[in-house]
């Protein structure tokens, strides 16, 4: 068997506002696509409030723990945008006014007179930091260590987001298949186990209901196709047979 | 001034697929907006794997941590539904099958006889734990200490939940004003900051784009609705005042 090569990651989602239910968050789907398709597997997510010292506990303790951080929110100009102010303080280090942000947000707003404090808020990263270029907004995100600091407005984080993927090393990249299966659940359920524990796959069902009956998604995953299709024949077979 | 009554609550949601990226959550919005009506505030959610070790650990962590805890998915028939038995690790205890939960399946599927093993398996629950009745497909969600355990399918996870509401205690109901002002966010940081600090309440921006324009959406929250709308006021003159 071949040794596997997993790479991780950890999303950190900051504000108040998807905790209060007034936004939904859809960052965590997209961040989590795109980074499956370079074989990096999202392990855990946590939604946490604007609050400096859970920001720095959550930062701390996912950069020991993925492979690659991602946190979205709370880097915009306002009083309540406080992710830089804490990723400096996970990395015991200080705010600094980086050159290259001050010069992309000066070019922005047409001059330093336009820069008022909060645009120069947005100009103070933590030392050590290297930027991100923002195609939409300009106002850079940031990486220091493992953990990629991105906006929380999608369109913003998306652009961010896309020049950060060509510089993580990504591993295995987990395929799969699927079948969706007109039963309940509960009547496949056998032979979805047996089917992981001969193919050594993750078989995940994922039940709903359309029109009113129930129907499942079945989805196998693993890194190798031939594996899953092979498997994916034999449920097949599987599941017709107690029809 | 009062005493403030503040309920929190964490919420878990379960499953590989909402971290693939496969799915996306819509649970979190859902419950966080039904809590907010009762004075429940979630103060933090976390999406982790099908995992024994990860769910126990996460249970007995949020449980010792807020008012009320909450967890979607793993409840079903399947390999893969691995909730019921890690609560009950978390507690120290074992899974046992509880009679009404026999009762309810049996009646719903018409007949001992069509309970094969995986539904079967959704009777067990952790000794000590009430049900939770599920008006949608039977299979009961259920109750121990703090923590409520529900299922990941949104609509039998809503029926549940609304059998949950009325049994919780709940504290103050944060309101909320809001105002959309179609200006970049650094213009009126200063302002949102300084209504922050002379009100006390807590104050939120959310920019967007809207057809290619800058607007930000202000939230102000507190519990107190007239300080809520004299704050609104003021935020109203000073914005227009810098037109």
Chains 1, 2 share one sequence.
């Not at 186990?193 to 029109?211: C, L, M, N, R, T």
């Not at 989805?219 to 196709?225: A, F, M, N, P, T």
Request: with cysteine; charged share 25%; aromatic share 4%.
């Amino acid at each position: 068997m071949e040794k596997s090569n997993i790479k991780t990651a950890g999303l950190i989602i900051i504000g108040n506002e998807v905790l209060s239910g007034r936004t939904q968050d859809t960052n965590t789907k997209t961040i989590a696509l795109k980074l499956g398709e370079i074989g990096v597997q999202v392990r855990e997510v946590r939604v946490i409030p604007d609050l400096i010292e859970t920001i720095i506990d959550t930062v701390k303790h996912f950069s020991d723990t993925y492979d690659y951080v991602f946190t979205t929110g709370g880097i915009g100009p306002t009083h309540d945008d406080k992710t830089a102010e804490a990723v400096a303080g996970a990395f015991n280090t200080e705010l600094f006014q980086h050159p290259d942000a001050l010069c992309v947000l000066i070019d922005h707003y047409g001059g330093a007179e336009h820069l008022n404090d909060g645009r120069v808020k947005m100009t103070y990263v933590p030392r050590g930091a290297t930027l991100i270029d923002n195609p939409v907004s300009s106002a850079p995100g940031f990486k220091i260590k493992n953990v990629h600091i991105m906006a929380g407005v999608p369109k913003i984080m998306e652009g961010m987001l896309d020049n950060i993927i060509p510089t993580l090393l990504g591993g295995d990249i987990v395929k799969s298949r699927q079948i969706t299966v007109h039963k309940t659940e509960s009547s496949i359920a056998k032979i979805l186990q047996g089917i992981e524990e001969k193919y050594k796959i993750d078989v995940g069902s994922y039940p709903k209901f359309h029109d009113g009956s129930p129907e499942v998604t079945v989805i196998l995953r693993g890194v190798d196709e031939n594996i899953l299709d092979e498997a994916l024949g034999v449920l097949n077979t599987l599941i017709h047979a107690i029809d």
